[in-house]
């Protein structure tokens, strides 16, 4: 896991550099498809669908990470999950894709999910 976490950092911090170097605008926005990607099974890091994450310098040269969140959403449909069933069928059977599905249980974890756990299958914001 510490190798994981050091090529990250390595590749991060050169990403950085050649931004730097280059004057490029260094701003990235998490699209709800690669949000998904992003979601780690231990909960330390999660970034919902919708959320735009900006990644700007400050006066001193420094980089800020500035994140909008995506607005809360209200469940307005619920299914308890059945026996044999995955988070891909609950979502194929509701006829909603991955992502939507994952949008709308931002804190499921698939590789866990248990018969009768409450899953959303139509939410709304409201704002």
């Known amino acids: 896991m510490a190798n994981h976490r050091a090529a990250a950092l390595l590749l991060i911090a050169s990403v950085l550099a050649a931004s730097a ?7 990235l926005t998490v699209r709800p498809n690669v949000a998904a990607a ?11 669908p919708g959320t735009k994450v900006t990644l700007r310098r400050d006066a001193h040269g ?9 607005p809360d959403l209200t469940c ?6 059945q026996a044999d069933e ?5 979502a194929q059977g509701a006829g909603l894709t991955q992502d939507q599905f994952l949008g709308f249980n931002p804190n499921i974890n698939c590789a ?3 018969v009768g756990q409450w899953v959303c299958l139509d939410a709304s914001t409201s704002a």
Not at 76 to 81: A, L, M, P, Q
């Open 86 to 90: 995955t988070c891909f069928s609950v």
């Open 112 to 114: 866990k999910i248990f």
């Open 62 to 70: 420094g980089y800020v990470v500035d994140v909008a969140a995506a």
């Open 21 to 27: 170097l280059s004057g490029a605008d260094a701003r």
């Open 38 to 48: 992003l979601r780690a099974a231990n909960g330390r890091f999660a970034v919902r």
């Open 76 to 81: 307005n449909t619920v299914r308890g999950v």
